[in-house]
């Protein structure tokens, strides 16, 4: 079965060549972060689960970059690695965390899937599908008590329109005036399960009708698309102190998690058609013909990039586990 | 027990304009329980917030509201409730502290009534003991008092906490009324108390099987009997040290439910006191429970579930008597 885009999408935006080039970095670093923890996920350094953003790059891209991380909070879900870069937190740390290393952005006590800064508002990572969806609500509304124009940015998957809080959750932000934008990252696979096998409906943005939420669907390998919506909506949310429900389609390229080779519930052919539209292929084509970077600039850039991470990497790799008397430390016996 | 508890969320409301209800029922129909009472028309509903029947969500708002630095107090109109929440507090509420590498805390509780009423009928969704539930999961405070005092005290400790506190409303005292102290007082969450002193037995309880064995005790009294009576308070952390006290002196012990007996918080205790007191110990550990049955309707039936007065004087007799 192969999945489309569909229609209903958002305009497109122009963006500076200096933004468009920022744009770039921030995809290749999200991209090259993601292929070398997948090596060290290999290698055996990092254990338990790895969900790759591979592929939903321009998602985060667009999204964070049109937020104010000075008044605004991030609440997340497991896919986490390339929203805790776009956040600003160091790569050591996030390569430190996935090592299970004292220096990591948790202790080493999280993981892939529970990284926390607060410093940069990163609320969380978060392991169960749709855990998040209630919590960024309450972040939501401690914004708006806080009388700040702040808002709460909340990203979960397709799979979580299936949970009961994710109709909660809508129905209480709205209610309650909440200013948290609920992103779906719709990659079109709950886990194994393809949309057409776990959606009533084929265009989840009908799925978040029905709570006098505005609603909308964005294209979500096109960066200017991306951008667009979002900085049109962060725009909106911030004069009407309102929820806002949006729906990105993309596509991840691993499995659910690195261990999961999808080789049962998805088409080489249907992967071919979204690599032919992989955002930073895009972004890099657009660059070339405009002439703002050549490919070879662009392949520097990313020479860069891989190396700067390697750097940050191999620190982590040589800093020490946690003291093991971590174990009893931030919970109370 | 509900006016101790309706002046500590008063008074804490008053204190500091971060702590924050959330609950059904709670605002503008005055509380279920009548624990908030008055609150309502006193603070308004930004502070009084009446949720929908969503029980996963609105107790994912309290830790959201908690990790942004408010101190939310969500009620389970009753605990059974929060079975429909047990996401939250099991996977965000206990854990988020931890899993941030204690980067985030959750200053948040959640309280609400367990337990079958005084003689009410709530039947088997309503009048659960789902205490060792709770207690089981660390991350989590889980404490419940005995009386009013405490209870007013300990409500008031349990907002200040910067832990997650499960605080547990003894359902069969929602009712009992009393003096409230109107002093600015706090009584410790995490701390065993000695109620009654004995020579003979030690008897323990927490929450409403406390006052159960207190009436005991006097029973007792009447045959001669001198029975301690150790509140345990807290659950999680469970403090062993008033009780392990206590049979150093009377050497028999009984501990007294309302809860399930198999894998409950008494079957913890029990061990706690085999680990850490077996050679103060004359005799066998026993334990009177509620029935290991859903709790049924009737009134005899209901009352047959629960533990009794006599079943806890017999049960002391037989300690004293070698328990064979």
Redesign the interface.
Known sequence: MSVQPQPRLSGRTTLSPKRLQKCLEQMLTIREFEHLGEREFKNGLIRGYYHSYAGQEAVGVGFLGALDLKRDYIVDHYRDHGHCLLAGIDPHAIFAELFGRSTGVSKGKGGSMHMYSPENHFLGGDGIVGGGLSVATGVGLALSRGGKDGICICFFGDGALDTGTFHESLNLASLWDVPTLFVCVNNFYSMGTSLARHSSLSQLVDRAQGYGIKTEQVDGQDIWAVTEAAERIVKDMRQRHRPYFVEALTYRYQGHGIHDKALNYRSAEEEQKWHDRDPIKLLSRHLIDEKIMSEKQIETLRQQVVHDLEAKLEVAKQDPLPDESELFSDVTL | MHEALNMALREELKRDDKV?LLGEEIGAYNGVHYVTRGLFAEFGK?RV?D??I?E???????????????R?VVEMMRMDFSLRAM??IY??MAK?????????SVPMVLRGPEGPGPNAGLTAQHGQQLTALFAHC??L?VCTPSNQHDAKGMLKAAIRSD?PVVFLEPGPLNNKQGDVDDSDYLVPIDKADIKRSGEHATLIGYGASTALALQAARELERDGISAEVVDMRSLR?LDMGPALQSVKKTNRAVVVEYAWQSYGPGAEIVARLMEEGFWDLETPVLRVAGKEVPLPYAANLEEASKPSLNGIVEAVKRTLKGAR
């Open positions: 924050i930004e917030m949720t929908p969503s996963e969500s609105f107790v994912g708002v309290g830790v959201g509201l908690a990790i942004m630095g408010m939310p996401d939250q996977n965000h988020t502290r931890y899993m941030s590498g204690g980067r985030l660390p991350g405070r832990d952390p």
